[in-house]
């Protein structure tokens, strides 16, 4: 009776460690439950070591593979990977999902000042947390802005120290993910993507066309990087294939990935929002900033051009 309970408590952790291994994001509620898999690990170590004070020795055998397969697959999060020594200019980016314009605008005008905020990637943001964020002086500090306030969850924005040049590099969903090319001086620019593909709990189809609209990173073109609320964390296929268009994500690059930055209280946390810098750069620092009035915190990190 209990050796079966704790099979059947298995079971669907094997089949998500299967779809992880595979690369397969799937329905709805397997995409949910992926953003979930280092809490997986906990809960087969767990089982693991519940079956083993039980005796029961091929359970314990069962689980304890998954938990060091999940493991191999996560922990790697946790450690920094040696950056470039690079020479360039030193772009700092903030980025902030204002859930639907509750997010304190104070404490992400805050922010700005105190990490000296070069580009802000503002997503859910409404008219009215626009008309918030100027009464709280923010562009007094970012005065170069695209853009595109809608209501609830639609709109976007980027802010910025320096001249903004709106581009179109994101398809479709280019009202809801606004991008710029941003004028940093000396002959330096950079181009950047606010990014809030649809949440999949929703619509998981928008979620990966939109994502899908997402721009390469290569030589062609000037340093690129994406900032935002992406619905997806390194445990999706579909994010990990944003990566091989030429990115790095700044918290995995800083063994800071593991840190969840979506925390509405109904789940474990999960990290969901990133900044990804173009490969060719280097990233200097990486911070979780925790959001009052939203249900995410916002991400930030500094990236270091290539001279």
């Known amino acids: 009776m209990v050796s079966g309970l704790l ?25 949910a439950a992926l953003a979930l898999t280092p809490y997986a690990g906990i809960a087969t170590l767990i089982l693991a070591l519940l079956a083993l004070g039980l005796r029961r020795w091929w359970t ?30 030193h772009v700092r980016v903030l980025a902030s999902n204002m859930l639907g314009g509750r997010a304190d605008p104070g404490k992400i005008v805050g922010y700005v000042k105190e990490h000296q905020v070069d580009v802000l990637s503002l997503t859910e943001m409404t ?64 181009e950047v993507v606010a990014v809030h593909p649809a949440a999949p709990m929703w619509d998981r189809h928008a979620w990966v066309a939109e994502a ?29 294939e944003l990566l ?31 900044v990804l810098a173009d490969k060719r750069t280097a990233i200097a620092d990486f911070k979780v900033l925790e959001t009052p009035g939203s249900d995410h915190d916002a991400v930030y990190a500094e990236i270091v051009l290539p001279s």
């Open 7 to 31: 099979i059947a408590a298995l079971v669907p952790f094997a089949v998500l460690t299967a779809l992880r291994l595979v690369g397969y994001d799937g329905n709805t509620y397997t995409i």
């Open 60 to 89: 314990a055998a069962v689980a304890l593979v998954l938990t060091f397969t999940i493991a191999a697959m996560v922990l790697p999060r946790a450690f920094a990977n040696e950056q470039k020594a690079l020479g360039g200019k």
């Open 127 to 190: 008219p009215e947390a626009v008309e918030a964020l100027g009464r709280a002086g923010l562009f007094e500090i970012l005065p170069f802005h695209v853009l595109h306030p809608a209501e609830w969850a639609s709109g976007s924005g980027l802010v910025s120290r320096y001249p903004l040049t709106p581009l179109k590099l994101s398809g479709d969903s280019d009202a809801k993910q606004p991008s710029a090319s941003a004028d940093l001086g000396d002959g330096v620019r950079i």
């Open 212 to 240: 899908k609209d997402l721009p390469y990173a290569d030589a062609e073109h000037d340093i690129r990087i994406l900032a935002g609320d992406f619905n997806a964390s390194l445990d999706h296929s579909l994010f990990r």
């Open 244 to 274: 091989t268009r030429g990115y790095v994500d700044a918290a995995d690059q800083l063994g800071k990935a593991l840190t969840g930055t979506w925390t509405n209280g109904m789940v474990p946390p999960v990290p969901i929002d990133h």
